[in-house]
């Protein structure tokens, strides 16, 4: 398979199209879709754990507390992920605009936030239990939490800057001819 070892931004808007309101809120509301049921999955199995014998008897209060931390912050994000659907049904129900793809995607965004501080605290308390020290838990979620922000903040924002340098030297390029 022959592949380009390097492409122009013109490839690059060549392969994107722009989508209209409606197919961007659709598309939008699967991404939502997509996310809730991994969270109430989460966010069962965090209740389950409680509900454990060993809960007490394995975890310290503070990590017990810190696990009532990891389950907030779960419902948080269900909460935020979620709301896209409610803001639509009780702000614009027969319609789609801007402002909605807007603010959905940022509540959108903002719930990876708190998942992501819950996941890490969640594998923090069980890599304390099965881990040789606190400080190897303590590593574990670090690396974890550090996959998070790049994956989730770090390529998505160099992806954009990339995209928009591409353009601004495309319509540079344009100019100059």
Do not use: K
């Not at 999955?41 to 014998?53: K, P, R, W, Y």
């Not at 303590?138 to 928009?164: C, D, E, I, K, Y």
């Amino acid at each position: 398979m022959n592949l380009p070892s390097s492409r122009s931004s013109s490839d690059d808007d060549a392969e994107r199209e722009p989508l209209s309101l409606n197919d961007a809120a659709a598309h939008l509301l699967d991404e939502c879709r997509m996310v809730l049921p991994g969270l109430q999955a989460l966010f069962g199995f965090q209740l389950i754990a409680v509900f454990n014998s060993g809960f007490s008897t394995r975890l310290s209060i503070v990590q017990q507390r810190m696990h009532l931390v990891a389950i907030v912050l779960v419902v948080v994000a269900i909460a935020l992920v979620m709301a896209p659907a409610a803001l639509h049904r009780r702000t614009e129900p027969d319609a789609v605009s801007r402002r909605f793809l807007t603010v959905s995607t940022r509540l959108l965004e903002w719930g990876m936030a708190p998942l992501g501080v819950a996941i890490c605290l969640d594998v923090y308390l069980v890599a304390a239990l099965i881990a040789p020290s606190s400080s190897w838990a303590a590593v574990t979620a670090g690396f974890l939490a550090a996959v998070f922000v790049f994956l989730w903040h770090v390529l998505p924002a160099s992806q954009r800057l990339q995209r928009r340098l591409g353009t601004l030297s495309t319509r540079a390029a344009r100019e100059h001819h």
